[in-house]
């Protein structure tokens, strides 16, 4: 196994946001023809029509950026209302348009799981980008105060309830993800519902008025019974499935028999030595390269060598 982090999704630079560009209705306006369009469904999936040659992808996961970003005079002749800015990239706008606005239905799909794991970094960024945003469109069409339907605004980046006047805004649900450690082992959980051998390091999300240092310790202990004696940041992802952030952290554990709640199917202590043979013998999966989970088990391993 190799010892070097493999990295993770979404985590370059992504793009220039733009955000003084939100309230100019012009300059979206002219920017629009020349854009790059994502179109993406309400079950988070990005939309394209399939070109029509011999190369064309079989099936989503086979599809290319150039095959599912379309330009904005392609799509129409001038801004949608429901088109939303992701940001620029040089010169070059981005926006993301919900499929559901369009006339004619585009036949072809992909996930976001599938771009990640093969398209470069800045577009599979601003798909995950474009994924959360329009799941948080959707799902907040009236105003959770008093029931009025919103009118979006700022390119697509807050909703105004004209009833109450409240304003909302697209929100992130943070969680936080740690390889805990006592030393010369690593503490690995499982939930019943993942494939058999697929084993990661412990998450979840942090409650109301809570710290990130006392999540972990609350899920640590809530999961495996494992008390955490200190932390120590690694680096975070974001998660738009549907809208989270993973905050990633390696933490001291005390070497203590893990013990599972009704949250997973088991858990237990891993050495290196026991890691490396049992991913070797087909018995152990580890998390996949998409997500932060595989890079702090990586880091550990590192650390280990």
Known sequence: MSAVPSGFAFRGPGLDRAELLREDAAGLDARWPTARVLVVDAEGLARFRRPSKETAPATGAEASPEDVICSGSRLADTRPAT???????????????????????LPGRLGLREAAATWPALPASALAQARALVHWQQRNRHCGACGAAVVFGRAGYSANCPGCGLDHYPRTDPAVIVAVTDGSRLLLGRQASWPAGRWSVLAGFVEPGESLEQAIAREVMEEAAVPVLSTRYSASQP????????VGFHAIGEPVVPRVSDELEQARWFTRADIEREVAAGELKLSPRLSIARTLIEEWLAQQG
């Open 239 to 246: 998660w738009p499935f549907p809208g989270s952030l993973m």
């Open 83 to 105: 088109a939303s800015l992701l940001g620029v990239d040089g010169e070059t706008a981005w926006f993301v348009l919900p499929h559901e606005s369009l006339q004619d239905p």
